[in-house]
C-alpha cells in the first residue's frame, strides 16, 4: 500500500496543537521540581525527549501540556532536584480517578 493510499485521521487543524491537556489522561508520573536545589545545569532540559522543560526567569519549569511522564529528566538529575509524583495517587493505583 502506498503511503498516499494510507488513511488520515486528524486531530487537530494543520499548524495548531490539540485542544486540551491529551499527556494527563496517559501519564502516570509527572515530574516535580524542588527549584531550592536546583543548580539550573539544564541537563534535564537537554535530556526531555518532549522539550517538557523549560527555563524561565532562572527557575526550570514544566510544561503538562508536553511532559509524558518518561522521568528521564528526574534519572538525569545529577542534584536529584527533580522527583516523580504520581499523576493520579489512589489505594488501587495511579490511574484510578
Given at each position: 500500500?502506498?503511503?498516499?493510499?494510507?488513511?488520515?485521521?486528524?486531530?487537530?487543524?494543520p499548524g495548531?496543537?490539540a485542544a486540551?491537556?491529551?499527556?494527563?489522561?496517559?501519564?502516570?508520573?509527572?515530574?516535580?521540581?524542588?527549584?531550592?536545589?536546583?543548580?539550573?545545569?539544564?541537563?534535564?532540559?537537554?535530556?526531555?525527549?518532549?522539550?517538557?522543560?523549560?527555563?524561565?526567569?532562572?527557575?526550570?519549569?514544566?510544561?503538562?501540556?508536553?511532559?509524558?511522564?518518561?522521568?528521564?529528566?528526574?534519572?538525569?538529575?545529577?542534584?536529584?532536584?527533580?522527583?516523580?509524583?504520581?499523576?493520579?495517587?489512589?489505594?488501587?493505583?495511579?490511574?484510578?480517578?
Amino acid at each position: 500500500m502506498a503511503a498516499k493510499e494510507l488513511p488520515v485521521v486528524p486531530s487537530a487543524r494543520p499548524g495548531t496543537m490539540a485542544a486540551g491537556a491529551a499527556m494527563e489522561k496517559i501519564r502516570e508520573q509527572r515530574p516535580v521540581i524542588d527549584q531550592g536545589k536546583c543548580d539550573l545545569c539544564r541537563l534535564c532540559l537537554f535530556y526531555c525527549p518532549d522539550a517538557a522543560l523549560t527555563l524561565n526567569q532562572g527557575q526550570v519549569t514544566v510544561n503538562l501540556h508536553f511532559c509524558k511522564g518518561c522521568g528521564i529528566c528526574a534519572v538525569e538529575c545529577p542534584v536529584r532536584a527533580i522527583t516523580m509524583v504520581p499523576e493520579y495517587p489512589s489505594d488501587r493505583g495511579f490511574l484510578e480517578k
